[in-house]
């Protein structure tokens, strides 16, 4: 979708770099998402403040919740190892060492490399 295969031929770190693009988008639109329902609650109130009105304008919702359905549809088809490591590393805002007493540094990079191949297979 976003990417030609070439990305997938590209090495552990452009890989990352771009798992982590999807990251951080899912975590700025899963906030917006939470915080509409109070956006929207200070624009119906007498007192608001125009920068307020500007920003609710900005937020499309209908975006926001595909790209949510988007990327949860793509970590659900995905095996539970690969899920866990995934959102772990790039979805949430889990501690850099969670994988610690879970698996062996060669292991734990063997199944964040074959993840992030696979999660970036369903995005071209």
């Given at each position: ?79 539970y190892e690969y899920n866990r490591?995934l959102q772990n590393e790039f ?34």
């Amino acid at each position: 979708m976003i990417f030609d295969d070439s990305i997938l031929k590209s090495s552990f770190k452009v890989q990352c770099a771009s798992l982590k693009q999807f990251g951080n988008e899912y975590l700025r639109v899963k906030t917006l998402l939470a915080n509409h329902s109070i956006l929207t609650d200070m624009i119906k109130e007498q007192e608001t403040i125009y920068s307020m009105v500007d920003l609710q304008n900005q937020i499309n919702i209908s975006y926001c919740e595909n790209y949510v359905t988007y990327i949860d549809n793509i970590l659900n088809m995905i095996d539970y190892e690969y899920n866990r490591i995934l959102q772990n590393e790039f979805f949430t805002n889990a501690d850099s060492k969670w994988w610690y007493g879970i698996y062996s540094k060669s292991t734990f990079y063997r199944l964040k490399k074959k993840a992030m191949t696979i999660f970036l297979t369903y995005v071209i």
